[in-house]
């Protein structure tokens, strides 16, 4: 630790995010994501705290469970956070670290490498006061958010279970505002079958799988409703073979954000039961809801009221919204008073200007810290 007098010092802290950010973590790459769980893990060792490692499968990294020696026993406060970045091995040359003004850029500094960090120091602060929260914090550490966490929901949804709390360190919105509502995700693959024919003599012996994939892709289109929130993006197609040839087959993927749980059992009701609207030509549609809605629950209000009290103490106004994005943090409100964006302020999530805003490292740890301080 620094000498500095100030315990939530923003440039050591920056220093800490520093560490996380020069260890590239693209959610393929597991022996990267590995690596940095170790550093993190490494970080509890002097803490009064257990860490789990959880081994990864399914081409992930390892999970991690850094759980407080105390209050276990009961249900306290879950943190979210994950190690995973979409950037790929070597973009830390593109976008190395570095700081301009206020801003600090690097891969996956904003998503969420800083919200992770911050998050840690909090707690670590907590224990080097000698302090003991209300209740116990557990933070879960994973590896595959970016794709969607397949090998981490049951480990997240048993975790949120047991906890009567859950605060999530996805990145701040739009100036700060914390999240306090998710679309939930649904992802489908759509395949058609047709028959295949010489286009120039024999065209009236196909059946084109484009032709219908054009079809679906309208029907598709129609259920957007900007008035409720509803989004079908048909964002990927493929089909046929040479352009002499009817087309046998076609593709497409399909993404749906649904803000509501009667929105998710319409719209993909409606979407797995897409049908051919032409004569020897099969349409297959397979998928499902990926991540259930983030509804702001009652439970969920009262704690986002709580920490507005909070950050109004800390100095700063705490606004919440509600996001078209998914996270970790869909899979604990449907249950658990949930809430995101926790995590630092900034912009260009996934892109190469990603970056964080060093003026929200201080008053949003601290907000952390009165969380885990005031909750019980």
Request: hydrophobic letters at 35%.
């Amino acid at each position: 630790m620094s000498a500095t007098t100030d315990p939530f010092d923003s440039s050591v802290i920056l220093d800490g995010i520093r560490r996380w950010v020069e260890i590239e973590t693209p959610t393929d790459a597991p022996d990267q994501v590995n690596r940095l769980a170790a550093l993190v893990a490494d970080g509890y060792r002097d803490l009064p705290a257990t860490v789990a490692r959880i081994a990864g499968r399914d081409g992930c990294g390892d999970h991690l469970l850094a759980r407080s020696s105390w209050g276990q026993d009961a249900p306290g406060i879950l943190v979210l956070s994950h190690l995973d970045t979409v950037h790929p091995l070597g973009f830390i040359e593109r976008l190395p670290f570095r700081i301009e003004g206020d801003c600090a850029y690097g891969p996956g500094i904003y998503d969420m490498k800083g919200g992770a960090y911050l998050a840690y120091y909090a707690f670590r602060q907590l224990c080097l006061s000698g302090e003991q929260s209300p209740l116990g914090i557990t933070h879960l550490f994973v590896s595959d958010e970016e794709i969607g966490s397949p090998t981490s929901r049951a480990l997240i949804e048993e975790e949120g279970r047991r906890a009567k709390y859950v605060l999530v360190t996805e990145p701040a919105r739009d100036g700060g505002k914390v999240v306090t509502g998710r679309k939930g995700v649904a992802r489908f693959d759509v395949s058609i079958t047709g028959v295949p024919s010489h286009a120039g003599t024999r065209p009236q012996d196909g059946r084109s799988a484009i032709r219908e994939l054009a079809n679906v892709i309208q029907a598709l289109e129609a259920l957007n409703d900007p008035t409720r929130g509803v989004t079908v993006n048909v964002g990927l197609v493929r089909g046929g073979t040479r352009p002499n040839v009817i087309p046998e087959t076609a593709y497409a993927e399909v993404d749906a954000r649904l803000p509501t749980f009667a929105d998710a059992d319409e719209i993909v009701t409606k979407i797995l039961n897409l049908k051919s609207r032409s004569e020897g030509v099969t349409v297959d549609v397979m998928g499902a809801l990926n991540r259930p809605p983030y509804e702001k629950s009652n439970a969920g209000a009262a704690l986002f009221e709580h920490a507005r009290t909070l950050a109004d103490e800390v100095g700063f106004d705490l606004v919440g919204t509600s996001t078209g994005g998914g996270s970790d943090g869909n899979f604990t409100a449907p249950f658990t008073a949930t809430l995101d964006g926790l995590g630092v302020d900034g912009k260009g999530a996934h892109t190469h200007y990603e970056q964080m805003y060093i003026s929200s490292i201080k008053p949003r740890t601290r907000l952390l810290h009165r969380l885990y301080q005031t909750l019980r």
